[in-house]
C-alpha cells in the first residue's frame, strides 16, 4: 500500500502561522563592478522589497564582483529590525577566474571565495560554517539531472535548486527538478525555490516576480532557516499579462499567484487536500508528468504516481504557486 512517508507541511499550525514573502536571491552596485554586479546600491534594493512587501532578504553577491558577502546592512544604514525584516547573509559563489565552474547560493555563511574549489569543495566548506545551499538556475547548464544526485546524497545541508529564476529564463529548470527527484527518489526531498536573480530594473531583470513564500509562527533567524530546511514554503511565479482591461486591485489580483491556505493530510483515506484561494487549475505531478487534477489528491488510488508528487496551482492569468515535493513509499 502507498504511504506518505514525508510531508514538508506535517508541523505547520495553519492557524498560528503568517506567510512571509521571501527574496534569496538579489544583487546590489555592492562593489561597483562594470558589467557583473547591479545597478542599485544595497540600500535601495533593501527599502524597494521591504516596500513590496517582503520581510526575508539575501543579498547574494557575486563571488567575482565582491571581496566578502554584502553583510552586514548596517554598513548601509539599514537596520532589519527597524524595518521588520530578517536579512540572511549570502553570496553567489562561482564565476571567478579560479573558482567553481558553475554559480552556488550560499546562505548563512560568510564564504564568499573558492579559488581553487571544486562544487563538491565548496558545499563542504559551506556546510563546516554552518550554512545552507541551493544550485540556481540549473537550466543554464549542460549537465543532466544525474550531475546533482552524488551532490544530494553527500550534503544535507543542500536543500534544492531553483525552479523558477527571474522571469522564468530557464523553462527547464523544473524539468531538472523533477528528473532529480525522480532519481533520488524518496530517499530525499529536493526543495524547489523560486528567485528574482535581481540586478536591477534598468539591467532588464524581473523585480516581485519569482519568490519564496514561508510559514512561521515567528520571524526569527532560526524561524526562517528552520522553515528552508524542512520545506515549509512554497514557490510562486508571476507571469506578466494584458491587463489594460483592470483597474487598480482589480489589475493586482489578477496578476498574483494563487494563495496556499493550508494543506492537510488524512492517512486513513491516503488524501492529500490543498486549500487555496485564486486558482483556476491544481495540477498533481509526479515523474515529471501531470498524474491527477484537484484540491484533493488520493495518492493510492492514482496510477502514474512514483516515489513523490508534487501540487501546481495555476492562475487565471498564468502566474503559479508550487508546493514542495511529498515523499510517497509501500508498506
Given amino acids: 500500500m502507498r504511504t506518505l512517508q514525508l510531508n514538508p507541511y506535517e508541523g505547520v499550525a495553519w492557524d498560528a502561522v503568517e506567510a512571509h514573502q521571501a527574496q534569496l536571491h538579489a544583487h546590489t552596485s555592492h562593489p561597483l563592478t562594470e558589467g557583473h554586479s547591479g545597478t542599485d546600491p544595497p540600500a535601495t534594493v533593501i527599502d524597494d522589497y521591504a516596500e513590496a512587501g517582503y520581510s526575508v532578504l539575501a543579498l547574494t553577491g557575486h563571488e567575482y564582483a565582491t571581496d566578502g558577502t554584502t553583510w552586514p546592512w548596517n554598513d548601509w544604514e539599514r537596520s532589519p529590525d527597524q524595518i521588520g525584516m530578517m536579512a540572511i547573509q549570502a553570496a553567489e559563489l562561482g564565476g571567478s577566474e579560479d573558482g567553481l565552474d558553475r554559480d552556488l547560493l550560499s546562505y548563512f555563511s560568510q564564504l564568499a571565495d573558492t579559488a581553487g574549489m571544486t562544487v563538491s569543495d565548496a558545499l563542504t566548506a559551506i556546510g563546516e560554517r554552518d550554512g545552507l545551499a541551493v544550485f540556481p538556475h540549473p537550466g543554464r547548464y549542460p549537465e ?98 494584458d491587463q489594460s482591461g483592470r483597474d487598480g486591485s482589480a489589475r493586482e489580483a489578477a496578476l498574483e499567484p494563487p494563495v496556499i491556505e493550508a494543506i492537510e493530510h488524512d492517512p486513513d483515506r491516503g488524501e492529500l487536500h490543498v486549500q487555496a484561494r485564486y486558482w483556476t487549475e491544481i495540477q498533481w505531478a509526479s515523474a515529471g508528468e501531470i498524474v491527477a487534477t484537484g484540491p484533493r489528491l488520493h495518492y493510492r488510488d492514482v496510477d502514474g504516481i512514483g516515489e513523490y508528487v508534487r501540487a501546481r496551482l495555476v492562475a487565471e492569468s498564468g502566474s503559479e504557486t508550487g508546493t514542495q515535493p511529498f515523499l510517497l513509499g509501500q508498506t
Fill in 144 to 241: 543532466d539531472a544525474a550531475w546533482y544526485v552524488d551532490h544530494f546524497r553527500t550534503h544535507p545541508h543542500l536543500l534544492g535548486v531553483e525552479v523558477v529564476n527571474a522571469a522564468d529564463r530557464y523553462p527547464t529548470d523544473r524539468d531538472v527538478w523533477d528528473a532529480l527527484q525522480g532519481l533520488l527518489g524518496n530517499d530525499r526531498p529536493v526543495w524547489g525555490f523560486a528567485n528574482d536573480d535581481y540586478h536591477g530594473r534598468g539591467a532588464g531583470y524581473s523585480f516581485d516576480r519569482s519568490r519564496n513564500v514561508l510559514f512561521l509562527e515567528d520571524l526569527s533567524a532560526a524561524a526562517v532557516r528552520q522553515a528552508l530546511v524542512d520545506g515549509r514554503f512554497v514557490y510562486q511565479h508571476i507571469v506578466e499579462g
